[in-house]
């Protein structure tokens, strides 16, 4: 059974994908089972640099993981910052060199998940423990 806005990886292929609809399937890809990603959450020097901020300039409210690398190597790759509901989301893709950070234009209480390349997810909340101990959306 999955969980809306879970995030799946495929280690042979490296796809990743989100669940838009819940369902009882297992998710397959390059004939394997795909790994739920868990998301890290950590006060460490590793956390630190991980974890995304909310910040507030002129009245608009902007999510960034500034003070990470972007370079080819190592980068973040996506911010997604989604409503408590789940019924809205904002999400943003980045290239080395970009600065990772995005206006985002939701209402209320938000949580907010990004993906770095070598160090997959990180959120910004504690979300869901799953059976692995795998924190999860
Ligand atoms: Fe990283």
Redesign the pocket.
């Known amino acids: 059974m999955t969980i809306k806005l879970q995030i799946y990886k495929c280690n042979i292929c490296g796809n990743i994908i989100q669940i838009l609809q819940e369902g009882d399937g297992n998710l397959v890809c390059c004939g394997k089972e795909m790994e739920l990603m868990g998301i890290q959450y950590d006060t460490d020097e590793?956390g630190e640099?991980?974890t995304p901020k909310t910040e507030f300039k002129d009245n608009k409210k902007y999510v960034n993981v500034i003070g990470?690398?972007m370079t080819k190597e190592?980068y973040?790759q996506f911010i997604e910052s989604y409503t408590k509901e789940k019924d809205e989301l904002h999400l943003k893709f980045f290239k080395p060199d970009e600065v990772p950070e995005m206006e985002v234009k939701l209402e209320g209480a938000i949580n907010t998940i990004e993906y770095?390349?070598?160090?997959n997810l990180w959120g910004d909340n504690v979300m869901l423990e799953n059976e692995n101990g795998n924190y999860s959306i």
């Open positions: 590793l640099k991980h990470h690398p190592h973040i770095c390349n070598i160090h």
